[in-house]
């Protein structure tokens, strides 16, 4: 089976624009989580859904949000970007809330100007 | 303080000894995740587990609950373990479930 995939794998934006980030999961897996690793805080949780559904949302601004389409393919879209946005965005699917194992995708480097 | 915890946050090696990594946290968890990541970004889940003993090759993992405290043993290390190892506590909230993640533990083997 293909792996998790992101696209793009890197990105340069500029402060006020807004991204959308795109993860493909694995065939068959129906849960999508997405995190943030920076140097200074380390990874983070930002969402997960499940079938369609946003199950837990982490601390983040209103301005991180995402969505799940029915082939489980998840988005997630940073609106008026900051300097602080700057960061690698991994997701990782799941075949589903009971079995948790984590596939983690090569990520999405954002960098913010 | 953290809610996930590890020790030491370097760790430098000569190639063939064996290393511990180790891993607090102070939550209630479902499971605990070792995952390692290489340079350029990548991250690979090495184990997951909820109580007692797991193994993988020359990797082992172990997990304390009632102590609250996992371990990630490299026997025979080789330079191609160099990365960083974190720990990843999965817990459950009102508003579901979530991984919080330890600092990392940056792992040199030398030859």
């Known amino acids: 089976k293909a792996g998790v995939t992101q696209t793009p794998r890197y990105l340069i934006k500029t402060r006020g624009q807004q991204v959308t980030l795109s993860c493909s999961p694995i065939?068959?897996?129906?849960?999508v989580s997405w995190y943030q690793q920076t140097p200074g805080q380390g990874l983070q949780f930002l969402f997960e859904y499940f079938s369609e559904t946003q199950r837990n949302k982490g601390n983040f601004p209103g301005r991180f949000s995402g969505r799940q389409f029915s082939n489980s393919r998840s988005e997630m879209n940073v609106s008026t970007l900051e300097l602080g946005d700057s960061a690698l965005y991994l997701c990782?699917?799941?075949?589903?809330?009971?079995?948790?194992?984590?596939?983690f995708g090569p990520g999405t480097r954002l960098t913010v100007t | 303080k953290n809610e996930v915890e590890q020790s030491p946050q370097n760790l430098t090696a000569q190639e063939g000894e064996f290393i511990t990594i180790n891993c607090s946290y102070s939550?209630?968890?479902?499971?605990l995740h070792w995952l390692q990541q290489h340079p350029g970004g990548g991250i690979v889940s090495l184990f997951m587990?909820?109580?007692g003993k797991k193994k993988h090759g020359r990797l082992i993992a172990t997990i304390n609950i009632q102590e609250k405290h996992s371990s990630l043993h490299i026997t025979a290390s080789h330079p191609r373990d160099s990365a960083v190892y974190i720990c990843?506590?999965?817990?459950?909230?009102?508003?579901?479930?979530?991984?919080?993640f330890g600092e990392g533990t940056q792992l040199t083997v030398n030859p």
């Open positions: 587990l909820s109580s």
């Open positions: 939550v209630g968890i479902s499971a």
């Open positions: 990782a699917s799941s075949p589903g809330q009971a079995r948790l194992e984590q596939y």
């Open positions: 990843a506590v999965r817990s459950w909230q009102t508003s579901g479930s979530r991984l919080t």
């Open positions: 065939s068959g897996h129906r849960s």
